[in-house]
C-alpha cells in the first residue's frame, strides 16, 4: 500500500475520469465505481500510486473511468497481470476489478491460484450471475434453471461458490458486499486494500437488463450476523450455510503476503559471467 | 568475417550412449570439460528416450581446435556402456567402415543396426573393470577411454575429474580418478581408426581464460539479463525450462526476480503486467506453451506492452517431440497472433549468439514497444558448448518514457518514429488505460474507423521505420550461388559452404537473426546478382521458405531444402544440395 497524500485530502471526485461508462443506466457496477473512489479517497492514496487491472466484461470496464493507471487486458487473465504489476512495482496499491465469467469461469485457474500465493492483491468481483457484455449467457454462478438461448431451459449445473472456493485455495481476506450499498462497499474495498495480501472481495452488483429479478437483490441483503473470524473451519461453515446474501467480512487472516525481494540485489549483469568461465 | 573453413578434417565425433543410470550424460560433460580444459572447442549434445528416468541416452559430442557450431555428419567412436535400447539412435549417430565401436561384451553385441554400417567393434569390459576398482564406476571408465581414444591428454581428466569430484572426499575421488586411468589406458588396444590416428596430434595449451562453457539456454537467460531485464514468470516445459532456472537465481542478484506461474496464461500475462510497470520482462516457453501464450502477445501489441518471448523450438504439432529439436514454430511465431499484429522475430544463430541475440531482442522490444519473440531451439537450448565469449553490444532496455504532468499526455500519440512516450504507473499526471481494446490517441477505447487506421498504421511503421542496422543478418562468402537459412541450420550450413569453397565452388550465407518485420531492401542488397537461392530449413512444410516467398523479391531459381526435426541438419546434406545445385 502506498503512503498517503500529504497535501490537501482527495475527494471521491479526485478518482474519476471524464470518460463516460458504457454500462446500461441501472447497472450496479456504476455503484461500484464509486466505491472504488470512495475508498480510495478514504484511504488518501495517490491516484498515480494505484493500479486498477482488469480482464473482459462489463465489470472490467472499470479502469478507464478512474483517474488512477489502469490495465484493460485480456478475458480472464486480471489476476495475472496484477500479480505480475505487484511483484514488480511493490510500492504501487493494485486493484483488480472481474466479473463472475471473467473470474469464476475463463479465470477460473488464475483464481485458485492468486488465493494460493497471496500477492498483496485487492481482487473485486462483480458477481451478477450472468454474461452481461455478451447478452445474457449463464456464468458460474447462474442458478441451473436459468433458461437463456444458449442454454435452453437452464444449464442443469449447480452454481459455483466463490467464496467457499477463495477460503480453500488460500485467500487471506473474504467479504461479500452489496452494490446497492456503495458507502457499505467502500467500506469493504478499503479493509480490504488495508490488510496485506491477497484480498477477495465478492459484490453483489445487479444486471437490470439481464437479470432484472435481481432488482430485489436490495430486499435480500443483510449484515452477516456474525463478525469476522480468523478460524478457516468456522468461516467455511459460515459460508457454505448461508444463502448468499450475508453481507460483510466474512473471514481476515494474517498470512504473510508472497513478495519476492524486488530491487535488492546489487550485482552488475557482467558478475554472473563467471559461473561460465573456464 | 569470413568463417568458412574446413572443420571436418580436424574434429572428432564421440557418442557415448547407455541406459539411464549408466552415467552417460555426466560422462560426456566431464569429456566437454575435458576437451575445454586441454584447449579445445567442442560441443555436447543431449539425446535420451522419452522416459523421466531410466531411458536410454546418448551424449553426443565433437571437438576440434577451432569452434564447432554443428555436429559433423558421421561418429569416430560409439560406445555403448551398455546397449539397451541404444538402436533407438541409429538415425541421430550415423556410422560407417572408418567408424570403431567399443562396448562391454557382458552387455550383449552391438545393436545390429550399427553393425551392418561396417564400423569395427573393439570390447571393453566396463563393468568388470569398475567393479575392480571398489567405489568406482563403469562411465568414468568410458570417460576415460573416450578421452583416450581423442588424443586428450591425461592431466586434463585428472584436473577436471579432481575438480568435479571434491565434494565426492577422497576415497571416491582416488577411485574414480584410478577409472579413468584404467579407461584412458585402454584406448591403446582399440585398434586405430585412420582418421582418429591422424588427428591425435591435437595440442593442449591454449589460453583458457577468456573462454565459457555454455548451453544455449543458459546464454538466452543471460542475454536477457545483460539486456536490462529484471522480471520473468516461469511455466516450465521442455526443453525451455533451463532459460527459467539459470533466471531464478540470477535474476534476484542483479535486483531483479522470477515468479512461477500456473500456467503458461498466466506467466505471459504477468509479464505484460510487470513491464506495463516499467520493468523490462522475459518468459520462455516451447511450442504449447507459445500456442497458449499468442492472445497476451497480441495484447501487447495493441497495448504497446515490451515483452520478450523465448521460444526454445521442439518438435510438433501438439505435445509432438519434447526433448528433440525441430525448426518448426516460424509460421507461429510470424502470424500466430489474430488481427494484424506486427511483431518483432529474432532468432539466435549459434549458441553464442543466443546471448547476443537475446540482449538485442530485450533493446528492439523496450525500443519499439513491441513483443518480441526469440526464436531458439532445443538444440542450441540443451547443447552445452565452448564458445568464445559474446561481447557485450551495450545494448540494454531504453524505454521513451512520459515525463510527470505532461500536458495534455496521450499515451497513444501519433508521432513521426510510430513511437510515443510510455507512463509509468507512479508518475503523477500521466495516468492511463492500457487497453486491449482499439483505442485513440489518448487510449481511451474507440471502435471507429479512423482511430483503428491510425493506431493500425501506427504499429506496424514504428517497426517498419526503425533502422535495425547489421545486426538483422550473417552475410558470408559471395557466389552466385546463396543459401538463405537461420538458427540452428546455420552452423551446417557454414560448414557445407567451406566444404564447397574448398573445391572450388563459391556461394554465399545469409543467416537471418530478425525474421520480422522483413527487410526487404537489406535481402535485395545481400542477394545481388545471386541467381540460385537454396532455403534451408529443419521442418516439415519449408515455413521460412514461404514467408521469404510471400515477403521478398527473391533473384533467380529459388529451391527449399528442408527436413523435419529430430535429425539435425547436417553439413553433407547442405554441401550435397550445393554441388549437385552447382553443377547442373
Keep these: 500500500m502506498n503512503t498517503p497524500a500529504a497535501a490537501a485530502p482527495l475527494t471521491a ?7 463516460k461508462p458504457i454500462w446500461c443506466p441501472g447497472c450496479g457496477d456504476y455503484s461500484v465505481l464509486s466505491s472504488f473512489t470512495k475508498a480510495f479517497a478514504k484511504l488518501q492514496l495517490r491516484p498515480e500510486n494505484i493500479a486498477v487491472v482488469s480482464g473482459i466484461g462489463c465489470s472490467s470496464r472499470i479502469p478507464a473511468y478512474t483517474n488512477c493507471y489502469g490495465f484493460h487486458g485480456v478475458h480472464g487473465r486480471s489476476l495475472a497481470a496484477a500479480a505480475g504489476l505487484k511483484l514488480a512495482r511493490p510500492d504501487l496499491t493494485v486493484v483488480v476489478a472481474s466479473g463472475d465469467g471473467d473470474g469464476y469461469s475463463i479465470g477460473g485457474n488464475h483464481f485458485l491460484h492468486a488465493c494460493r500465493r497471496n500477492v498483496d492483491l485487492t481482487y473485486v468481483v462483480m458477481d451478477n450471475h450472468v454474461y452481461g457484455m455478451t447478452k445474457g449467457q449463464p456464468s458460474p454462478t447462474t442458478e441451473p434453471d436459468w433458461d437463456s438461448k444458449l442454454s435452453p431451459g437452464g444449464t442443469g449445473l449447480r452454481t459455483f461458490n466463490p467464496l467457499v472456493i477463495a477460503l480453500a485455495a488460500g485467500a487471506n481476506f473474504i467479504a461479500r458486499a452489496f452494490a446497492g450499498d456503495p458507502n457499505g462497499t467502500a467500506e469493504v474495498i478499503a479493509e480490504a486494500i488495508r490488510t496485506p495480501g491477497f484480498s477477495f472481495v465478492e459484490i453483489l452488483s445487479p444486471c437490470v437488463t439481464f437479470r432484472p429479478e435481481q432488482r430485489e437483490w436490495k430486499q435480500l441483503v443483510r449484515p452477516a450476523p456474525v463478525t469476522s473470524t480468523e478460524d478457516a473451519a468456522r468461516a467455511a461453515r459460515r459460508i457454505m450455510t448461508d444463502d448468499g446474501m450475508n453481507i460483510g467480512v466474512l473471514y481476515k487472516a494474517d498470512r504473510k503476503p508472497y513478495q519476492p525481494p524486488m530491487g535488492k540485489g546489487k550485482k552488475h549483469p557482467s558478475d554472473l559471467e563467471a559461473e561460465f568461465a573456464l | 568475417m569470413s568463417k568458412h573453413r574446413d572443420q571436418t578434417k580436424e574434429s572428432i565425433s564421440i557418442a557415448i550412449t547407455g541406459s539411464g543410470g549408466a552415467g552417460v550424460m555426466t560422462a560426456g560433460n566431464l569429456l566437454l570439460e575435458v576437451a575445454a580444459q586441454a584447449g579445445w572447442y567442442g560441443l555436447m549434445v543431449r539425446s535420451s528416450g522419452p522416459q523421466i528416468r531410466g531411458g536410454e541416452a546418448a551424449a553426443l559430442l565433437r571437438f576440434a581446435q577451432v569452434p564447432v557450431e554443428c555436429l559433423d555428419d558421421r561418429f569416430d567412436i560409439l560406445i555403448g556402456i551398455d546397449w539397451q ?11 560407417d567402415a572408418a567408424s570403431v565401436m567399443i562396448g562391454d561384451p557382458d552387455q550383449g553385441e552391438p545393436p545390429e543396426v550399427f553393425v551392418a554400417r561396417g564400423a569395427s567393434y573393439a570390447q571393453l569390459a566396463f563393468k568388470q573393470m569398475a567393479k575392480a576398482i571398489p567405489g568406482s564406476w563403469p562411465n568414468m571408465i568410458a570417460l576415460g577411454l573416450a578421452a583416450g581414444l581423442a588424443g586428450l591428454p591425461i592431466d586434463s581428466v585428472k584436473a577436471v575429474l579432481q575438480k568435479s569430484l571434491k565434494k565426492g572426499g577422497g576415497e571416491k575421488m582416488a577411485a574414480n580418478l584410478a577409472a579413468a586411468d584404467a579407461g584412458y589406458a585402454a584406448a591403446a588396444n582399440v585398434p586405430a581408426v585412420p582418421r582418429l590416428a591422424a588427428r591425435t596430434g591435437h595440442k593442449a595449451g591454449a589460453s583458457n581464460a577468456a573462454r565459457w562453457l555454455i548451453t544455449g539456454n543458459q546464454a538466452a537467460g543471460y542475454g536477457a539479463v545483460r539486456g536490462g531485464v529484471r522480471f520473468c514468470a516461469a511455466y516450465p516445459i521442455t526443453p525451455a525450462t533451463e532459460v527459467l532456472e539459470w533466471l531464478a537465481p540470477a535474476l534476484p542478484k542483479v535486483g531483479g526476480v522470477l515468479v512461477q506461474a500456473e500456467d503458461e496464461l498466466a506467466s505471459v500475462n504477468m509479464i505484460v503486467g510487470s513491464s506495463y510497470g516499467g520493468v523490462p520482462s522475459v518468459t520462455a516457453t516451447a511450442g504449447p506453451g507459445l500456442s497458449l501464450m ?21 518438435g510438433g ?74 561481447a557485450d553490444l551495450g545494448l540494454v532496455a531504453e524505454r521513451l518514457k512520459a515525463s510527470a504532468g505532461a500536458e495534455g ?9 510510430g513511437i510515443s512516450p510510455m507512463a509509468i504507473p507512479g508518475t503523477p499526471g500521466t495516468a492511463y488505460t492500457a487497453d486491449g481494446l482499439e483505442h485513440n490517441e489518448r487510449g481511451l477505447p474507440s471502435s471507429q474507423a479512423g482511430d483503428h487506421m491510425r493506431q493500425l498504421d501506427k504499429r506496424a511503421q514504428k517497426l517498419a521505420q526503425y533502422d535495425y542496422g547489421e545486426r538483422w543478418a550473417d552475410l558470408e562468402g559471395e557466389g552466385e550461388l546463396a543459401v538463405v537459412t537461420f538458427g540452428s541450420c546455420t552452423g551446417a550450413a557454414r560448414e557445407a559452404l567451406a566444404r564447397a569453397a574448398a573445391e572450388g565452388i ?3 550465407l545469409v543467416s537471418l537473426r530478425l525474421l520480422s518485420p522483413a527487410q526487404p531492401a537489406s535481402v535485395a542488397k545481400a542477394l545481388a546478382g545471386a541467381k540460385r537461392v537454396l532455403v534451408v530449413e529443419q521442418n516439415h512444410t519449408g515455413q521460412l521458405y514461404r514467408y521469404l516467398r510471400a515477403e521478398y523479391d527473391l533473384p533467380g531459381e529459388v529451391r527449399s531444402f528442408r527436413h523435419p526435426g529430430p535429425l539435425p541438419m547436417r553439413p553433407d546434406e547442405i554441401h550435397q544440395q550445393i554441388t549437385e545445385w552447382s553443377r547442373s
Design chain 2, 409 to 417: 499526455y496521450k499515451r497513444y500519440a501519433l508521432t513521426e518514429s
Design chain 2, 85 to 95: 535400447n541404444i538402436h533407438r539412435f541409429a538415425d541421430e549417430i550415423p556410422l
Design chain 2, 317 to 390: 504439432p501438439s505435445t509432438g517431440i519434447p526433448a528433440k529439436s525441430e525448426q518448426s514454430d516460424v509460421n507461429i511465431a510470424l502470424n500466430g497472433l489474430h488481427g494484424d499484429a506486427p511483431r518483432l522475430v529474432v532468432a539466435p544463430n549459434s549458441i553464442a549468439d543466443c546471448v547476443t541475440a537475446t540482449q538485442w531482442a530485450v533493446h528492439l522490444a523496450e525500443a519499439l514497444q513491441s513483443p518480441a519473440i526469440v526464436l531458439s531451439d532445443q538444440y542450441f537450448g540443451q547443447t552445452r558448448a565452448v564458445v568464445d565469449p559474446p
Design chain 1, 13 to 19: 471526485q479526485a478518482y474519476k475520469s471524464d470518460y
Design chain 2, 294 to 314: 499468442t492472445e497476451a502477445i497480441g495484447l501487447a501489441v495493441a497495448a504497446e506492452v515490451p515483452i520478450v518471448v523465448i521460444d526454445v523450438m521442439r
Design chain 2, 506 to 508: 563459391k556461394a554465399r
